[in-house]
């Protein structure tokens, strides 16, 4: 099945949108009578399955649903919605190392609750799309990471180069349920609907420890936080988002402060032309108010024109064309993320690999596409000339061991055979390593 949204689903959304949009105060109230459809169940189910997520807490696999049939188990979804039987399970959490040192939560509901909330997506998304601020790019359909970049280094361009680069603390954790939906009843007073998205919030944290012991956390007590994992919750950390954002909007503070914001999830940059410092001040108190706080150790007011600052894995900032010497505002790959794909590599190319180098090597490049095709705007080539060093030592070292040559391996694995007949992806391009004639 194609995972484009069925002409059907399409056109409800389509008037779901164009309902919000042109009227900014309407409220719905029909919307948990869709959620069983059929088309709209089965093509929430395909779209979870499709990003394979593993197993929640009961341990449910989209193999073992396939095997025991698709059919009547939406089937049983569809009944516990339509008779409100319906109640989330546990969510599974594990920790998953950060980037820069420390360790992450991670939420896993069941691929059941995944279904569910994925259909409630397809109902609420178009509604808050209407309402959202059109400088929010993350996680919203027909928006990137890209954009905000792109956004952020044309304001730079453009003389906004007083930068507040600001930092929430925690975040997903932190958004207080009721504030969170005193903002979803702007807009949705349908009472089932609601229901459903309480229990999302509310609903039980999962842990085991090394022993296998298990602690549950969070449940009805809890009063902030909306469950990482979740599908609903980056519609949900954007609808509280979209608070500052609105309210920096009617307040007037872009033509105030001669500023403007980017915002992606949780991270954002005011760009200003020289009052900084003012809509910092303004921004932590309206975060108080709002019940969020700004990590004051990672926020700070950058001079974009001698200093630079990183956002969404770029650093932005001042850089020099080597070879006249000329100064420009530009945008390019940060040290961070070079050292984050450094890792990648180096935990394809481990010593302890035995897998046959065709499928070290597949896995090898769809790495290295994939950091391409992100970091692909702005200056590379110099950010690629260090990629390209780096893979060919890493490769190099690793045939070498493979094979056990006794030399270096700079003849036998040369630059030209490792871009070459191995097949390596060079991210400079094959310019700089031109192709070679394969050994008979």
């Known amino acids: 099945m194609s995972l484009e949204t069925p002409i059907k689903i399409r056109m409800l959304q389509r008037k779901l949108y164009q309902k919000a949009k042109e009227e900014p105060n309407y409220r719905f109230y029909l919307l948990y009578d869709k959620m069983w459809r059929e088309d709209i169940l089965l093509h929430a189910y395909e779209l979870a399955k499709a990003n394979k997520g593993a197993p929640g807490v009961d341990e449910q696999s989209f193999e073992q649903i396939e095997s025991e049939g698709r059919e009547e188990w939406l089937r049983g979804i569809r009944s516990d919605l339509r008779d409100k039987t319906y109640e989330p399970r546990a969510v599974r959490r594990v ?15 069941t691929i059941r609750d995944r279904v569910v909330q994925t259909a ?26 890209r954009d905000a970049i792109q956004e952020v280094h044309e304001l730079l361009c453009s003389g906004y180069a007083d930068v507040v680069d600001a930092d929430l603390s925690k975040y997903f954790d932190t958004i207080p349920h009721c504030e969170l939906m005193q903002c979803v009843a702007r807009r949705i007073v349908d009472r089932d609907m609601l ?14 420890d090394e022993s296998g012991n298990r602690k549950v956390s969070g449940g009805k007590r809890s009063t902030c936080g909306t469950p990482q994992g979740g599908v609903i919750s980056p519609l949900l950390a954007n609808l509280y988002m979209n608070r500052f954002l609105k309210f920096w909007r009617i307040t007037g503070r872009g033509e105030m402060f001669r500023a403007a914001v980017v915002n992606y999830a949780d991270d954002f940059v005011i760009l200003s032309r020289g009052y900084a410092k003012e809509a910092l001040d303004w921004t932590r108190s309206v975060m108080q108010r709002i019940k969020l706080t700004l990590n004051e150790a990672k926020t700070s007011i950058k001079r974009a024109r001698t200093e630079s600052f990183d956002f969404l894995g770029y650093t932005f900032g001042p850089q020099c064309f080597r070879k006249d010497g000329w ?16 890792q990648k590599v180096a935990d394809c190319l481990r010593p302890s690999n035995v897998a046959p180098w065709p499928g070290v090597r597949d896995r090898l490049n769809m790495i290295l596409r994939g950091w391409s095709n992100y970091f692909s705007y702005g200056t590379t080539v110099f950010a690629h000339g260090l990629v390209d060093n780096y893979v060919y030592d890493r490769v190099r070292h690793f045939l070498r061991r493979r094979h056990k040559v006794g030399s270096r391996g700079g003849i036998l694995f040369s630059g030209k055979i ?23």
């Not at 920790?95 to 509901?109: N, S, T």
């Not at 420009?328 to 450094?342: H, N, Q, T, V």
Request: hydrophobic share 35%; with cysteine.
């Open 327 to 342: 100064w420009y505002m530009g945008a390019r790959p940060s040290k961070k993320s070079l050292a984050r794909l450094r």
């Open 195 to 208: 229901h459903l998205i309480k229990m999302w919030l509310k609903v039980p944290v999962e842990e085991r």
């Open 418 to 440: 490792v871009f070459g007949e191995l097949g390596v992806l060079s991210l400079c391009g094959p310019s700089r390593h031109a192709p070679v004639r394969k050994r008979r």
């Open 95 to 109: 920790m998953i190392p950060k980037p820069g040192g420390g360790e992450r939560p991670l939420g896993i509901p």
């Open 120 to 145: 409630a997506k397809l109902l609420l998304e178009p509604i808050f799309e209407a309402d959202f601020d059109p400088h929010a790019y993350g996680y919203r359909p027909k928006r990137s990471a």
